[in-house]
C-alpha cells in the first residue's frame, strides 16, 4: 500500500512542478512586457516634451528607439502568448487519472479552454496575465492538497514524508521513478482501506 501513496505522491509532485513552472513563466513573461513597457514610456515622454532630452543623444534617435521597443515588445507579445497558450497540462490523460484517483474528481477537467488561455488584444494585458497565473496556481494548489493527504495517511502508517525521500532516492538509483501504473488501483480504495486499518 506504500507504493501506491508514493507512486500518487511522486505523481502529483511532478505535475505540480509543471504547474509552479508554468506559473513563473507567466510572471517572467509579464516582468518583461513591463520592462518594455517602462521603456516606451520613457521615450514617449521626452518625444511629448514631458521629460529632458538626454545630452548628446538626438531626438531622432530617441524616436527610432520608440518605434524599435514598441515593435519589439509586440513580437514579444504575440510570440509570448501563442508559447504559453500551448500549455494544457490540465487536459493530458495523466493529469486527468490522477487527480481523478486522488481526488474522485477532476474539477479542471470541464474548464473552459479560455480559462488557460491569453487574450493578447485584452486592455489590460497584465490583468490577463494574473488572472491565468491565478487559475494555474489553482491547479498547483490542488496538487499540492493531494500530496499532504497522502503524507497525512502515510504518516499514520510510519511513512512519512522522510521515508517517502528515501523510497524515491532508491526508485530513482534503479532507474525507476514510478511503479507500472497498471499495477495502482484506484487511491480512493487505497486510503479508504489504509484509513480503516489505521482505525483498527
Not at 513563466?25 to 518625444?47: A, W
Not at 526508485?171 to 482501506?193: C, H, I, M, R, Y
Request: negative net charge.
Amino acid at each position: 500500500m506504500k507504493t501506491k501513496g508514493y507512486y500518487y505522491a511522486a505523481s502529483l509532485s511532478f505535475l505540480s512542478g509543471l504547474s509552479s513552472d508554468h506559473e513563473q513563466e507567466l510572471s517572467s513573461f509579464k516582468e518583461q512586457l513591463m520592462s518594455y513597457d517602462q521603456g516606451i514610456q520613457t521615450c514617449q515622454d521626452i518625444v511629448n516634451g514631458n521629460a529632458d532630452l538626454p545630452d548628446g543623444v538626438a531626438m531622432d534617435d530617441i524616436k527610432k528607439l520608440l518605434t524599435e521597443t514598441q515593435q519589439a515588445r509586440e513580437k514579444y507579445l504575440k510570440d509570448g502568448c501563442e508559447k504559453l497558450n500551448k500549455w494544457d497540462l490540465y487536459k493530458s490523460d495523466f493529469f486527468n487519472r490522477t487527480v481523478n484517483k486522488v481526488f474522485g474528481e477532476n474539477k479542471f477537467s470541464d474548464s473552459d479552454e479560455g480559462n488557460w488561455k491569453i487574450d493578447a488584444t485584452a486592455s489590460d494585458i497584465y490583468a490577463e496575465i494574473d488572472r491565468l497565473a491565478e487559475s494555474t496556481r489553482g491547479i498547483t494548489q490542488t496538487l499540492n492538497e493531494g500530496i499532504s493527504r497522502i503524507y497525512d495517511i502515510l504518516e499514520k502508517k510510519g511513512y512519512g514524508e522522510e521515508k517517502y525521500k528515501l523510497h524515491q532516492a532508491m526508485l530513482q538509483k534503479n532507474g525507476n521513478t514510478f511503479p507500472d501504473n497498471e499495477s495502482v488501483n484506484s487511491l480512493q480504495l487505497f486510503l479508504a482501506s489504509m484509513k480503516s486499518e489505521v482505525i483498527s
